[in-house]
């Protein structure tokens, strides 16, 4: 896990599930949908609100205040809410820790 800054216990993520973690001074929402965990920005890139709680579904969260929906892998909006991906970094899970990656 070289690169990857361990940040939680894979155990702590529940599916459908989200947690707001800060890596190095950056908001990092991890996210487990679908068996996989993803990392995006803890920001709705609408109004800047918090996307933690927000519904996880098919590799997907919307976002708890007016719910814009973005994709958890490519951090691409649905909708016409905001046109501004999330950002996304990389994840890696070993040995039951779940590791972040920032560019
Ligand atoms: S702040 Fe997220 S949809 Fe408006």
């Given at each position: 896990m070289s690169d990857y800054i361990p940040v939680l216990e894979l155990a702590a993520l529940a599916p459908d599930s989200s947690a707001l973690v800060t890596v190095q001074g950056c908001e990092v929402l991890l996210c487990h949908s679908g068996g996989e965990v993803f990392a995006v920005g803890?920001?709705?890139?609408?109004?800047?609100?918090?996307?933690?709680g927000g519904r996880i579904r098919r590799g997907h969260i919307s976002c708890p205040l007016h719910g814009a929906r973005f994709n958890?892998?490519?951090?691409e909006p649905v909708?016409?809410?905001?046109?501004i991906p999330l950002s996304t970094y990389q994840v890696q899970v070993e040995s039951g820790m779940i590791g972040v990656k920032l560019d």
């Open positions: 803890g920001r709705c890139t609408h109004q800047q609100e918090p996307l933690v958890l892998r490519t951090g909708g016409q809410l905001t046109r």
